[in-house]
């Protein structure tokens, strides 16, 4: 079935993935990614022999799939562009909102009794900061001032941006997916004894000042908005 046959809906079925990357660190790093569009629901990515360098991601809103699916076509993750398309079928997780969920035959006592935990705790997040409105990945970013930031110290603008409040399994990867996004790029540079903290290097303070705006309080992971300043020379 082309692409252009399956309707789009909440889903994004994703191949031509690393398939080198632990199952932990890739649905991490397609969070991550991903999140920048909208709320996520799950992110489904199996090692089994069939279903390696494969994923799905699924959204809250349409519209935010959409707009997953349109820019992120053949973006390179982890040195291999991305091939994405809509789920040819609805996830557990929408059709359980919308009332069209039939349980498979086959599918364990063990696996249903997961599913309600997973659910009740999205129901949970989706009551936080992350899952609501304007606040949320995806939304219009609310400047965030970082509790150790004090606006009288902040340093002139310059090529540097030196990042706060990661979550401490922030990978120099994941940081870079993100930031790679936006023009004059160069690194992202991590210090092992410092979890938590980052530096992103732009070729000039114009790109890093775009990079800056657009990624001010981007949540890696639900309760941590990312704190972006300037870094001190």
Known sequence: ??????PPNQ?????????????EELKRS????????????????????????????VFDELTAA?????QMQNFPFYDKPMRIQYAKTKSDCIAKNDGSFVPREKKKKQE???????????????AMPNGSGSQSNGGPKA????????????????NILFIQNLPHETTSMMLQLLFEQYPGFREVRMI??????????????????????????????????????FAKK
């Open 192 to 229: 092992e004894a410092k979890p938590g903290i980052a530096f992103v290097e732009y070729e000039d303070e114009d790109q890093s000042s775009t990079a800056m705006q657009n990624l001010q309080g981007f949540k890696i992971a639900p309760q941590y908005p990312m704190a972006i300043t």
């Open 66 to 70: 959409s707009n997953a699916f349109r």
């Open 30 to 57: 397609l969070y991550c990614l991903f999140s920048q569009y909208g709320r996520i629901l799950d992110v489904v990515a199996l090692k089994t022999p069939k279903l390696r360098g494969q994923a799905w991601v």
């Open 11 to 23: 889903t994004v079925y994703i191949k031509n993935l690393n398939e080198k990357i632990k199952k």
């Open 112 to 126: 249903e009794k997961a599913e309600r935990k997973r659910r009740s705790e999205e129901a949970h997040q989706s």
């Open 143 to 158: 400047p965030f001032h970082h509790g150790n930031v004090n606006s009288q110290e902040q340093a002139a603008p310059n």
């Open 1 to 6: 079935m082309l692409t252009a046959d399956i």
